[in-house]
């Protein structure tokens, strides 16, 4: 059953949906920080009466549950298949609070070594038509062992002992690291934070920081790999790749990944391709897209990266996949399901749509797995099954 809209939904509709239908107005990145100040606050003081009522009633409001739409995926549980992507939460403010927006899983970080401030302002853009944002934040963090404290803090327990939390970490490596000790970058921040997380995503794909997409190259990222598998309680691991890759490299790296036993595949990252919106101008700065540093995410995204998706599912559905990007609605959502991925995450689609984002796409996987007669989400993997009114 649908339920009916909640008081934040129609707050976030009223107050914040405006402010995403145009370019200008609030920045981007303030706005995003604000509410992830909120969510904060509201995290670390989740046990507070009236706090503990709020989060009571947001757990109403966005949680789906139903066992049809449980996975158990290397070795971990997931009680639905829709997460927070990894670039919202870098620091982990709000860990403990993801699971009452109705999300099977979150994905913190991107987190680095070094605690780093990222590129130069502003960094982050809204294209309101489009539903999309352009982003070259850099890997803006404060560091590993922050993040532990972070943790902690919100009383997030060790994964062995967690309940009804999956966390994701998504690492990635430090501006100030030359290339060449990138794996000892990757290892530091690992070794400190395996306690914390189900799984970890190597993230070798972002475009905003210099050189790191050459950790893609199936050389350098075998020796990344084999070292972080050789880690004593290495979680399942997942790599990150960019969406600007080609078959041929992609069909490089999904070798590896079977050759190496890696667990999986995230696909995609944002893209640098413009992907059709070459001329569309940033408002804040003056200048056209293909002329801005930096990756698209959003609607944009979509019909590549499930390609993408559909592609790696094709050389060897054995391969676990997250799909990322571009969606944005329950049928992008069965759609990238049923081109093979596993898992999906949301970030761009839903800042845009709002939180009502993820019962609505729980629900309407629902519906499909009713309508195509399934006994569980698994069974729409790799299915190609069309969404049905």
Known sequence: MVKQKGMLINIYNNLVTPLLK????????????????????????????????????????????????????????????????AGFDKNGDAANIWKDFGFGFAEIGTVTKFSQSGNPKPRLFRLAKEEAALNRMGFNNNGAENLVKNLLKQGVEFQQSRQNICLGINFGKSKITNLSKATEDYLTSLKLLIPYCDYAAINVSSPNTEGLRKLQDPILLKEL???????????????????????????????????????????????????????????????????????LSGRPLQLKANQIIRHIHNIDNNIKLIGVGGIDSPESAWERICSGASLIQIYTGWIYKGPQLVPNILNGIIKQINTHKLSNIGEAIGSNLKWIE
Do not use: M, W
Not at 41 to 47: E, G, H, V
Not at 227 to 256: G, H, R, S, T
């Open 225 to 295: 790999l084999r070292e972080v598998k050789n880690l004593d309680n290495c979680p399942p691991l997942f790599v990150k790749i960019a969406p600007d890759l080609n078959y041929k490299d992609i069909e490089d790296i999904c070798q590896l990944i079977i050759d190496e036993n890696i667990d999986g595949i995230i696909a995609t990252n944002t893209s640098l391709d413009r992907l059709g919106l070459e001329q569309r101008k940033i408002k804040q700065t003056g200048l056209l897209l293909a002329e801005e540093n930096g990756g």
């Open 22 to 85: 145009k370019d200008a107005g609030i920045d981007a990145e303030y706005l995003t920080n604000l509410s992830l100040s909120l969510l904060a606050f509201t995290s670390k003081n989740r046990n507070r009466p009236l706090i503990s009522r709020i989060i009571k009633d947001l757990n109403q409001e966005f949680c789906v549950f139903d066992k049809r739409l449980h996975q158990k995926i290397c070795g971990i549980d997931f009680s639905n298949p829709v997460g927070l992507a």
